[in-house]
């Protein structure tokens, strides 16, 4: 079994910066790509960023693209998501997920929160006004 465990959540001005981690274990496969959703009270699960096993590829959503930075350490099977200049649509709890599956160009599957099989329980964030 895939566990995932996010931390770094919390209540942040806006504007402000959150630096969220998330670590894999007890894994019985590589996870080569790991990605962030985020879900609002009321709202529907949304893609965030993806990251494949390397680092070379990277993809955020429009609403965070340029504020928001995806990276991994794959020796600690680590993912991070570095979160500036946020804003108060950002509040939201953050779900870290991975898949056994590479990270094509062109394939949309992985934007979709059920092309992941494993996911992590969550960690909110909160951006004051």
């Known amino acids: 079994q895939v566990r995932l465990a996010e931390s770094g959540g919390g209540l942040v001005q806006a504007g402000g910066s959150l630096r969220l981690s998330c670590v894999a274990s007890?894994?019985?496969?590589?996870?080569?790509?790991m990605a962030w959703f985020r879900q609002a009270s009321g709202k529907e699960r949304e893609f965030v960023a993806v990251?494949?096993?390397?680092?070379?590829?990277?993809y955020y959503a429009d609403s965070v693209k340029g504020r928001f930075t995806i990276s991994r350490d794959k020796s600690k099977n680590t993912v991070v998501l570095q979160m500036n200049s946020l804003k108060p649509e950002d509040t939201a709890v953050y779900y870290c997920?991975?898949?056994?599956?590479?990270?094509?160009?062109?394939?949309?599957?992985?934007?979709?929160?059920?092309?992941?099989?494993?996911w992590g329980q969550g960690t909110q964030v909160t951006v004051s006004s």
């Open positions: 990251i494949n096993w390397s680092g070379i590829s990277t």
């Open positions: 007890g894994r019985t496969f590589t996870t080569y790509t």
């Open positions: 997920a991975t898949a056994d599956k590479y990270l094509n160009p062109g394939d949309r599957g992985p934007y979709g929160s059920g092309w992941y099989p494993y």
